[in-house]
């Protein structure tokens, strides 16, 4: 095989220029690790004209993505544009109609329309390749989908959006409200256009519902996350659980249960000394549990020109070598409809609430506590002034259900100020 | 493809038996996963009779592993005996002449003959796996290989014998002397036969040159690894790094450099709040460096019964989806015969002394790694009885040859008892 591989890149953002820059710099070692040539024929983006940090003027120009996708010349279409809908999709769906396989880093797209890509790609023979959709240069895509194969998946766990990481850790480091440090990620550059992708857990849930796809051998289904974002995530509540020995994390969690899939992003604790606890700044972290691995825990960049760049080369690699994997690990008509469950695997809650200084408060909430059939591991109530004082409750474990009932029944008691806090302690 | 792929497996140890257990556990999924049903048909190992976890009456018995290889009903041969001769090789060779691709888990043979089994897989036309080689469960040859394919590699570090990282984990938590965790070790079972293969670093080292081929595009050259085990690693030591914020593990480090490669496996010091440094008991841990996408830390068992039988799955489900990857990452024939260099990266180094009490000494210490081009980060003399005194020193950055001129010329200024310690510290 020296017939050079052709590729036609759409998107020539931070990634797609990083793409080119390695495949200019690293011509030679990758003809010999992919054993034959990986060439760029032609590429295409919104404005031929910009400054870009790489020479595109060898390459033909391509106005239209679905032209470049239909290109004779292409034999692998690299989609770097983005978005779940529009050029993206259509160019891709172009792609695959016309012969081509497929590399793109589209989290949105396929965690909403993987389902339809992957029959798509099939129908056409060809594959379609994603490993930098998910966690920037980490090889999740690749480690699920291979390396783990021969596992039954029991949890596919991690912190998948940097921006969201970097926001809480720099909350707790710098002592700074959220909306502080909102405010410096957006002047640094770190959020996205539409800030509430990131921030509102939304980017960080499509990764997780193609990694549930791939581990649970089943179709995609993001619209089933139950998402909750770092919004209401208060520098209290940092504070309080760095001091019960906890970190908070926007933490994605996949697993299979008795009543179907759970899939949540949320807000969580875990343990200050945990692989996952310890995770500073902007990168990632996913943890895999297989029933004959174990755990293995994988951490890296999980965005930026060279790991994203990184990722997209080992998918074009994949192709020139001539292997040929199904979307999601198995054969998409063989991908199951999950059953949506709402989360039940039971966990200990992290509780704070603004207590109302009067005799018998205190007992009020244990009552409810104890009635709602949660016990207490620890409790801590602090000094106080103006009448009232924040109490902190680690419960033993417990379900949703339950935390839930007792969060509906606490105010109905009269000696609680505001809303009750509450946020999972994930076993990690 | 619905023709099943057949397997023999010899070796029926501890992994073998994972093996097949998690054939027969997981023969649906593993057909979905891989396309085609993937069946044992025969199997060979030491003693019939011996009770075993799984029941292998129902595969055909072969009393030569050699004989299994060349079996005609037989498509991957799985190679699970061990050993770098004898009946390992003979049988990996004969299968690969026969026309068998070959799925192993024996890193010696790798690391000693990997170069002439690359070349005589490749003229045989058949592949070669070994992800159970290195690391356990850690799919950290898949990543290396593949993932990581678009970049020039750095660096490659890591923790890759589980037994070493007990006994220095538990010297330091229990507070006990080399010796007498090394006697719990082995009254665990934790040791191999002959335990300098773990505490000599010798296992460690194999792996070390196995990744150093595919991440360097090299033969592998075991010869070459500069060893140095734990055996001279005091729990003096260990308590007084830790004083210092460091932790002493043994890790393997393999770089190019424009000397040649430099191979290492050693005794280190590493920050104890990096991901190496918080690595507990017998977890393994690969760090991975690349010019595009930095740094990447893969976490997981290093060994065991489960971890290592998913690594040998994850190779088998390989062929079986018709995968077929050059061993080492390219052409046989194109890997470079390394240039062995001996250390020369600098680095900070931690020195221990027992200096003599009296007026000067430490002048005469400080003047002998002044003339060795050496300069003092930070140095502490603790308290002292019976004339002597412990000092510890972590010198800025310096080279090998710095130390060994100021180690060499130290007892020569008549203030030191004993020999001096010098441990790396490795910027991880």
Sequence with gaps: MTTPLRLGIAGLGTVGIGVVKIIQAHADLLALRSGRPVEITAVSARDRGRNRDADISRYQWEPSAVDLARREDVDVFVELIGGDEGVAREAIEAALASGKDVVTANKALL????????EAAEAAGRVIRFEAAVAGGIPVIKTLTESLAGNRIRRV???????????????????????????????????????????????????????????????PAFDAVEIEGIERVSIDDINRAADMGYRIKLLGVAQMTGRGLEQRMSPCLVPADSPLGQLEGGTNM?????????????????????????????????IARGVRLPTFGQPAAALARPTPARTAVPAA????????????????????????????????????????????????????????????????????????????????
């Design 111 to 118: 965690a909403i329309h993987g389902q339809a890509l992957a």
């Design 286 to 318: 996913v943890v895999l549990e297989g029933d004959a691995v174990g755990q293995i825990v994988l951490r890296g960049a999980g965005a930026g020109e060279g790991p994203t760049a990184s990722a997209v080369m080992s998918d074009i690699i994949e």
């Design 157 to 219: 766990m991690g912190v998948m959006n940097g921006t969201c990481n970097y926001i809480l850790t720099r909350m707790q480091s710098a002592g700074l409200p959220y909306e502080a440090v909102f405010e410096e990620a957006r002047a640094l550059g770190y959020l996205e256009a539409d800030p509430t992708l990131d921030v509102g857990g939304i980017d960080a849930s499509h990764k997780l519902a193609i990694l549930a796809a791939i581990a649970f051998g089943s179709r």
């Design 349 to 428: 809650y992290y509780l704070r609430l603004t207590l109302i200084d009067k005799p018998g408060a205190l007992a009020k909430v244990a009552t409810v506590l104890g009635d709602s059939g949660i016990s207490v591991d620890r409790m801590r109530q602090y000094g106080h002034a103006a009448g009232t004082a924040p109490v902190l409750i680690v419960t033993h474990k417990t379900t949703p259900d339950a935390i839930d009932h007792a969060i509906a029944a606490l105010p109905g008691t009269g000696v609680i100020e505001g809303e009750p806090v509450e946020l999972r302690i994930e076993e990690v």
